[in-house]
C-alpha cells in the first residue's frame, strides 16, 4: 500500500460507478476478491474511462494469483492515465510477485518519478535487492550443475577402485573422461533448469487458455459469449444457443450418412 502522503486523484464518476466501485472496496476489505471483481466488472461496463477501477481490479485479480488479467488491468490503468503514479505500482506489483524483478524495478522507479512517496522507494530498493539476487542465482545454477557433475564423476572413479571386485576405470584417461563427460552433463542440466525456471517465470504472464472459444475482452467485462439475448422465434428474453457451423465438405457428408 501507499504512504499517507500518496496523492490519490480522484475522477468523476456516475452515482451508480461510485456504489459500485465502494461495493467491490468492502469486498476487497472483507477478502472476498472473486466478488469485488464483479463489482468492478460491473463499473467498468459503465464507465471504461476511470483508471481507478481498473487498478482496483487489477489488485484483486493479483490477491487471486491471476496475475495476466492483473497486468492487463495495471496497463490499462497507465494507458488512461500516463501521469497516475499507482498504475505503474499495480503494475510493479505484478511483475514483482511473478519475479519479473528487473520489469518491476522499471515500473516503481516510473511510479516514484511521478509521486516522491517513502513506500515506492522502498519497493524500489526491495525490487533491485531481488533483481540483483535473482542475476546471480542465475548465472550460477549452470556451473552448479556442473560441479555436481564432476563431484559425481570422482564419487564413480573412487567407487570403481574401491567398491567393484574388478575395476573398470583403470587407465588415468579413462577416469578423466568419465569425470569430464558428468561434469558435462551436469552443466548442461544446469542450464536446461535455468531455462525451465525462465519459461515458468514467463508462463505466469501469458493468457489462459480458452476453452470455450470466448474472446478475452468479453470475459474480461462480464460478458458471455456462449449465449445471446434474441427476440426472434421466441419472443422477449429467449436464450439462443450457438449450434456449431460445418464447412461445404462436412454438410456433404453429414448428408450422405444421414440418407444411409
Given at each position: 500500500m501507499f504512504g499517507k502522503d500518496f496523492v490519490c486523484i480522484q475522477y468523476h464518476q456516475t452515482p451508480k460507478v461510485t456504489e459500485l466501485r465502494e461495493r467491490g472496496n468492502e469486498c476487497v476489505r472483507a477478502g472476498n476478491y472473486a466478488e469485488a471483481i464483479i463489482h468492478y466488472s460491473h463499473a467498468i461496463k459503465i464507465d471504461s474511462s476511470s483508471p481507478q477501477l481498473y487498478s482496483n481490479r487489477s489488485y484483486a485479480f493479483l490477491k487471486l494469483q491471476?496475475?495476466?488479467?492483473?497486468?492487463?488491468?495495471?496497463?490499462?490503468?497507465?494507458?488512461?492515465?500516463?501521469?497516475?503514479?499507482k498504475g505503474y505500482f499495480r503494475r510493479g506489483e505484478v511483475e514483482f510477485a511473478t519475479s519479473h524483478f528487473a520489469e518491476a524495478l522499471e515500473s516503481y522507479?516510473?511510479?516514484?518519478?511521478?509521486?516522491?512517496?517513502?513506500?515506492?522507494?522502498?519497493?524500489?530498493l526491495r525490487a533491485n535487492r531481488e533483481m540483483t539476487r535473482q542475476q546471480k542465482v542465475d548465472q550460477q545454477t549452470p556451473w552448479v550443475g556442473a560441479g555436481i557433475g564432476l563431484i559425481l564423476g570422482v564419487l564413480v572413479v573412487v567407487g570403481d577402485a574401491i567398491i567393484a571386485k574388478e575395476s573398470i576405470l583403470?587407465?588415468?584417461?579413462?577416469?578423466?573422461?568419465?569425470?569430464?563427460?558428468?561434469?558435462?552433463?551436469?552443466?548442461?542440466?544446469?542450464?536446461?533448469?535455468?531455462?525451465?525456471?525462465?519459461?515458468?517465470?514467463?508462463?505466469?504472464?501469458?493468457?489462459?487458455?480458452?476453452?470455450?472459444?470466448?474472446?478475452?475482452?468479453?470475459?474480461?467485462?462480464?460478458?458471455?459469449?456462449?449465449?445471446?439475448?434474441?427476440?426472434?422465434?421466441?419472443?422477449?428474453?429467449?436464450?439462443?444457443?450457438?449450434?456449431?457451423?460445418?464447412?461445404?465438405?462436412?454438410?456433404?457428408?453429414?448428408?450422405?450418412?444421414?440418407?444411409?
Open positions: 491471476q496475475y495476466y488479467h492483473a497486468l492487463e488491468d495495471a496497463n490499462e490503468a497507465i494507458q488512461l492515465d500516463p501521469k497516475w503514479a522507479r516510473r511510479a516514484s518519478q511521478l509521486q516522491n512517496d517513502p513506500t515506492l522507494l522502498e519497493c524500489v583403470t587407465h588415468p584417461v579413462l577416469q578423466s573422461m568419465v569425470t569430464i563427460m558428468l561434469s558435462l552433463l551436469g552443466l548442461g542440466l544446469g542450464y536446461c533448469y535455468r531455462m525451465y525456471i525462465q519459461n515458468q517465470r514467463k508462463s505466469l504472464l501469458e493468457p489462459p487458455l480458452d476453452f470455450l472459444g470466448v474472446e478475452d475482452g468479453d470475459t474480461r467485462n462480464g460478458v458471455s459469449g456462449g449465449r445471446e439475448k434474441t427476440s426472434e422465434g421466441g419472443g422477449e428474453g429467449e436464450e439462443r444457443r450457438h449450434h456449431p457451423r460445418y464447412n461445404k465438405a462436412q454438410a456433404r457428408q453429414r448428408y450422405k450418412k444421414g440418407k444411409s
